[in-house]
């Protein structure tokens, strides 16, 4: 454990460097063309054989000097189509693009453990899986999923750098841990008319502001109190003048969940409220969902050796068992495949300005958190090495 944080040590400019060069050159989802090749060619440099998979992916593996099991390390590489509004000379390059949400930093970990674990005499293998489009639904990590890519391993990890945790600190569940990111579109089909004659018209407008009142009530009144729900709403869009009646209304949401019974109990109350109030209106409505994500559920063992990983680097203050989070992630495809955890590391940083909260424009992290991260990356490896 010694000799992982001295390679680690060693390899901090290289780490940055790494994480500096794809803030500055971000594509999104399905595009991440130059990045697929910058990843190829780091790991090439270090004697491994990257595969292209899922398109825009890569997978390359670390074999030990002695055969064993195989724990497998995601990281996602894809960037947001949004421009990158930070002062600093790693600012994105890209116009429309930027890493506002981390991902930069994820695949300068992932580069930098696969460097360490490199230099080290490994029982067993190594699964570097580098996936595209987390952040554009349906996501790259189904793909790379059917691909084979979890084929044999026996515990997959990834990580995800976090601003509302403090840097020098990592969050980790031992369960739940993400939400399944649903989204729906609810469209209110009424009558137009002219505004001095409400009576003849069915106004979308009305029947659509009762609906996104109730709407709201739905976690508070239908779903049990000891499970977690989310229903918001995103966008209420219905027509142009001050004085035409529109003759439709939309309505945008997102639903998040941990269970499927939960997750279909909010869409029925969903359909039974649009139904309810567009009936005493004499308006109609159409239904659409798209179902995102499953849940992250981490596995307690993984997660404990995790725990204890990060507890060795950064001491038992510096790591803590985290509430779940209700953002949606694809490692969830990973993680039906083998027992997997995926864990939370602290990049915000107040006195330093970092305060901007994900998928901002100005959103930046502590380069001071990223060491630490590949050490307890590299560490868990490792624990999960000689698990029996």
């Given at each position: 454990?010694?000799?992982?944080?001295?390679?680690?040590?060693?390899?901090?400019?290289?780490?940055?460097?790494?994480?500096?060069?794809?803030?500055?050159?971000?594509?999104?989802?399905?595009?991440?063309?130059?990045?697929?090749?910058?990843?190829?060619?780091?790991?090439?440099?270090?004697?491994?054989?990257?595969?292209?998979?899922?398109?825009?992916?890569?997978?390359?593996?670390?074999?030990?000097?002695?055969?064993?099991?195989?724990?497998?390390?995601?990281?996602?590489?894809?960037?947001?189509?949004?421009?990158?509004?930070?002062?600093?000379?790693?600012?994105?390059?890209?116009?429309?693009?930027?890493?506002?949400?981390?991902?930069?930093?994820?695949?300068?970990?992932?580069?930098?453990?696969?460097?360490?674990?490199?230099?080290?005499?490994?029982?067993?293998?190594?699964?570097?899986?580098?996936?595209?489009?987390?952040?554009?639904?349906?996501?790259?990590?189904?793909?790379?999923?059917?691909?084979?890519?979890?084929?044999?391993?026996?515990?997959?990890?990834?990580?995800?750098?976090?601003?509302?945790?403090?840097?020098?600190?990592?969050?980790?569940?031992?369960?739940?841990?993400?939400?399944?990111?649903?989204?729906?579109?609810?469209?209110?089909?009424?009558?137009?008319?002219?505004?001095?004659?409400?009576?003849?018209?069915?106004?979308?407008?009305?029947?659509?502001?009762?609906?996104?009142?109730?709407?709201?009530?739905?976690?508070?009144?239908?779903?049990?109190?000891?499970?977690?729900?989310?229903?918001?709403?995103?966008?209420?869009?219905?027509?142009?003048?001050?004085?035409?009646?529109?003759?439709?209304?939309?309505?945008?949401?997102?639903?998040?969940?941990?269970?499927?019974?939960?997750?279909?109990?909010?869409?029925?109350?969903?359909?039974?409220?649009?139904?309810?109030?567009?009936?005493?209106?004499?308006?109609?409505?159409?239904?659409?969902?798209?179902?995102?994500?499953?849940?992250?559920?981490?596995?307690?063992?993984?997660?404990?050796?995790?725990?204890?990983?990060?507890?060795?680097?950064?001491?038992?203050?510096?790591?803590?068992?985290?509430?779940?989070?209700?953002?949606?992630?694809?490692?969830?495809?990973?993680?039906?495949?083998?027992p997997g955890a995926f864990i939370f590391i602290g990049v915000g940083n107040s006195s330093k300005g970092l305060v901007y909260?994900?998928?901002?424009?100005?959103?930046?992290?502590?380069?001071?958190?990223?060491?630490?991260?590949?050490?307890?990356?590299?560490?868990?490896?490792?624990?999960l090495l000689r698990k029996k």
């Amino acid at each position: 454990m010694d000799n992982i944080k001295r390679l680690v040590a060693e390899n901090q400019e290289y780490i940055t460097k790494l994480r500096r060069h794809f803030r500055m050159y971000p594509e999104i989802g399905g595009e991440e063309y130059e990045t697929q090749q910058k990843i190829a060619t780091e790991l090439k440099a270090l004697g491994l054989e990257p595969q292209m998979v899922a398109g825009t992916g890569v997978v390359a593996e670390i074999k030990g000097k002695v055969p064993g099991k195989t724990i497998a390390l995601r990281c996602d590489i894809d960037a947001l189509p949004i421009d990158d509004e930070t002062d600093h000379i790693y600012r994105s390059q890209n116009q429309g693009r930027c890493h506002a949400c981390g991902h930069d930093a994820h695949m300068a970990m992932a580069l930098g453990a696969a460097k360490v674990l490199s230099s080290l005499e490994l029982t067993g293998n190594v699964r570097l899986l580098f996936q595209p489009s987390e952040e554009r639904f349906p996501g790259g990590a189904e793909a790379m999923a059917k691909a084979g890519v979890m084929n044999g391993v026996f515990a997959v990890i990834g990580a995800h750098v976090w601003q509302p945790f403090t840097s020098g600190t990592i969050g980790i569940s031992f369960g739940r841990t993400t939400a399944s990111p649903d989204e729906f579109t609810l469209t209110i089909q009424g009558k137009g008319g002219h505004g001095s004659m409400p009576h003849q018209a069915i106004d979308p407008i009305l029947v659509g502001a009762q609906i996104v009142v109730a709407l709201k009530a739905i976690v508070g009144t239908s779903i049990n109190p000891l499970e977690q729900a989310v229903v918001s709403l995103g966008a209420f869009r219905a027509g142009e003048v001050f004085n035409i009646i529109p003759d439709t209304a939309v309505i945008k949401g997102t639903v998040r969940t941990f269970e499927a019974d939960v997750r279909m109990n909010v869409f029925d109350k969903i359909e039974q409220i649009a139904s309810g109030i567009c009936q005493a209106y004499g308006a109609s409505f159409e239904l659409v969902k798209l179902l995102g994500y499953p849940p992250v559920i981490n596995d307690p063992g993984v997660a404990r050796l995790a725990y204890e990983a990060a507890g060795e680097v950064l001491g038992e203050q510096g790591v803590f068992e985290m509430d779940p989070v209700m953002v949606g992630e694809d490692f969830s495809y990973f993680a039906e495949k083998a027992p997997g955890a995926f864990i939370f590391i602290g990049v915000g940083n107040s006195s330093k300005g970092l305060v901007y909260p994900h998928h901002h424009p100005r959103f930046d992290i502590d380069e001071a958190a990223l060491a630490p991260g590949v050490e307890v990356l590299v560490r868990t490896i490792s624990k999960l090495l000689r698990k029996k």
